[in-house]
C-alpha cells in the first residue's frame, strides 16, 4: 500500500518562503516522478512542479517558474518543494502524488497520469 504524508504547510506573508515535504512509503521511490499540484478553493487542481526519477529533468507551471523549486531524496524517499516569494495567488491546499509508471519523463500532464495522492497539506499566503 502506498502512502504519502505531506508537511509543510502553514500561514506566511506575501513574500516568505516555506518547504513542503512528502515521504512516501510502500513504493520503489526511486524509480517514479513524482509531482507536487495544488487546488484552490472553487479551482481544479492543477500540477505545479514535477521531478524525474534521476532529478536530471523537472517541469514548472509557468506562474511558479523562478520562485519554486522541485527535488527529491531518493535516500529519505522525500520530495520536496521549495517555494520562495510566495503570492497571496499562491493560496491553495498542496498534494503530492506519483505518477503513473517507472521511468518516465517529468512533463506537463494532468491529474489523470497520477495514480497515488497524499492528503494535501494547506498553504495560505497573506497579502
Known amino acids: 500500500q502506498v502512502q504519502l504524508v505531506e508537511s509543510g504547510g502553514g500561514l506566511v506573508q506575501a513574500g516568505g518562503s516555506l518547504r513542503l515535504s512528502c515521504l512516501a512509503s510502500?513504493?520503489?521511490?526511486?524509480?517514479?516522478?513524482w509531482g507536487w499540484f495544488r487546488q484552490a478553493p472553487g479551482k481544479e487542481r492543477e500540477l505545479v512542479a514535477a521531478?524525474?526519477?534521476?532529478?536530471?529533468?523537472?517541469y514548472y507551471d509557468d506562474s511558479v517558474k523562478g520562485r519554486f523549486t522541485i527535488s527529491r531524496d531518493n535516500v529519505k524517499n522525500t520530495v520536496y518543494l521549495q517555494m520562495n516569494s510566495l503570492k497571496p495567488e499562491d493560496t491553495a491546499a498542496y498534494y503530492c502524488?506519483?505518477?503513473?509508471?517507472?521511468?518516465?519523463?517529468?512533463?506537463?500532464?494532468?491529474?489523470?497520469?497520477?495514480?497515488?495522492w497524499g492528503q494535501g497539506t494547506q498553504v495560505a499566503v497573506s497579502s
Open positions: 510502500g513504493s520503489l521511490f526511486r524509480v517514479y516522478v
Open positions: 502524488a506519483r505518477k503513473r509508471g517507472a521511468y518516465t519523463p517529468a512533463q506537463a500532464t494532468g491529474i489523470d497520469d497520477y495514480d497515488y
Open positions: 521531478i524525474s526519477w534521476n532529478s536530471l529533468s523537472t
